[in-house]
């Protein structure tokens, strides 16, 4: 496997965990029962989710199916899922009213957020690794 897939298994299981952590957390403050929103409480949270999950499918692929080539194995494959991860957990944050209240996004809140975006961005990066590796031919 190489550096590239590597990288992209790795923020691929950044962002499985980070949506199922907490994204963005508001009260809790004197006796009130803190209210959690999660990834999957919005369609693009769900859409970050499942990019995550495909790009795992992804790196698994060529070793599924044996000596078959897949045309599916390329980088801008993984560039269209690490896009749309990143689009997901962006456009999560004005449809939570997250911006609203930006202290409930304070990593000691919302660390979920912090990790599924951290997630995102190592997938980018594996895309261009993979878009970049020379195949064989």
Same mark, same amino acid.
């Given at each position: !496997?190489?550096?590239?897939?590597?990288?992209?298994?790795?923020?691929?299981? !950044?962002?499985?965990?980070? *949506?199922?952590?907490?994204?963005?957390?508001?009260? #809790?403050?004197?006796?009130?029962?803190? %209210? $959690?929103?999660?990834? =999957?409480?919005?369609?693009?949270?769900?859409?970050?989710?499942?990019? @995550? +999950?495909?790009? +795992?499918?992804? =790196?698994?692929?060529?070793?599924?199916?044996?000596?078959? %080539?897949? @045309?599916?194995?390329?980088?801008?494959?993984?560039?269209?899922?690490? =896009?749309?991860? +990143?689009? @997901?957990?962006?456009?999560?944050?004005?449809?939570?009213?997250?911006?609203?209240?930006? %202290? #409930?996004? +304070?990593?000691?809140? @919302?660390? #979920?957020?912090?990790?599924?975006?951290?997630?995102?961005? $190592? !997938? *980018?990066?594996?895309?261009?690794?993979?878009?970049?590796? %020379?195949?064989?031919?």
């Amino acid at each position: !496997m190489g550096h590239g897939r590597r990288l992209a298994a790795i923020g691929a299981i !950044m962002l499985i965990v980070g *949506c199922l952590l907490p994204w963005f957390t508001v009260g #809790g403050d004197g006796g009130l029962p803190p %209210q $959690v929103y999660r990834s =999957v409480d919005y369609l693009p949270g769900v859409i970050a989710f499942l990019a @995550g +999950l495909a790009t +795992l499918a992804l =790196v698994i692929l060529p070793y599924a199916m044996g000596p078959r %080539q897949s @045309g599916f194995d390329r980088g801008l494959v993984f560039g269209i899922l690490a =896009v749309a991860a +990143l689009a @997901g957990v962006l456009v999560w944050l004005p449809l939570a009213g997250a911006l609203a209240a930006p %202290q #409930g996004l +304070l990593p000691d809140r @919302g660390y #979920g957020f912090w990790i599924a975006l951290v997630g995102t961005i $190592v !997938m *980018c990066r594996a895309a261009y690794d993979i878009g970049r590796e %020379q195949r064989p031919h």
